[in-house]
Antibody, heavy 118, light 112 residues
């Protein structure tokens, strides 16, 4: 049973950079895609971006200018960086695993509440 | 972006009775390979979402058979044949046919 454990700073000031990391335990890193999804009362669930096992990376166009998703296969980890945050970026951020065989997300991290406030 | 519209937004259900949630897409979710990448997720209070159904009608491992998914093209439905107390939560449809992946706004299932 794969487990995703995520961590990162939970309180940011406007214009700072959000940085989260997700570690994968109990399952291979290769052969899957690894996503970041955020949730807020105002925006609901929003897909942020993903890194595929072959190295391809896809971003939500609404965030593409500010976001970077990267992976470290040697550590079975992947990360999210979101630059120049504003209050609109406040929410719970989830890392998640998906299977490209049928394009669904089957495992989620516990979520990290990120608050952007001056 | 593909918009997913769920109805109703809230549904109070008597224990043991059925529940049905609709998800309508702004465009067809049939991918060029012929598959339809529409999933249903359940989110219990305080927890991350959990996969129930993938590719419209396939129950994920461990999901009770009271959950079923149907639909095609732009119209999809999640049905719970007999609601149990543990089914309380918010249900989302999600499409992975076209980037960016998108979610419905959620339907809250509560017990009457």
């Amino acid at each position: 049973q794969v487990q995703l454990q995520q961590w990162g700073a939970g309180l940011l000031k406007p214009s700072e950079t959000l940085s989260l990391t997700c570690a994968v335990y109990g399952g291979p890193f290769s052969g899957y895609f690894w996503s970041w999804i955020r949730q807020s009362p105002g925006r609901g669930l929003e897909w942020v971006g993903e890194i595929v096992h072959d190295g391809n990376i896809n971003y939500n166009p609404s965030l593409k200018s500010r976001v970077t998703v990267s992976g470290d296969t040697s550590r079975n980890q992947f990360s999210l960086r979101l630059r120049s945050v504003t209050a609109a970026d406040t929410g719970v951020y989830y890392c998640a695993r998906g299977t490209s065989a049928s394009w669904f997300i089957d495992s989620w991290g516990q979520g990290t509440l990120v608050t952007v406030s001056s | 972006d593909i918009a997913l519209t769920q109805t109703p937004l809230s549904t109070p259900v008597t224990l043991g009775q059925p529940a049905s949630i609709s998800c309508r897409s702004s465009q067809s979710l049939v991918y060029r390979d012929g598959n339809t990448y529409l999933s249903w997720l359940q989110q219990r209070p305080g927890q991350p979402p959990r996969l129930l159904i993938y590719k419209v009608s396939n129950r994920f491992s461990g999901v009770p058979d009271r959950f079923s998914g149907t639909g095609a093209g732009t119209d999809f439905t999640l049905k719970i044949s007999r609601v149990e107390a543990e089914d309380v939560g918010v249900y989302y449809c999600m499409q992975a046919t076209q980037f960016p992946w998108t979610f419905g706004q959620g339907t809250k299932v509560e017990i009457k």
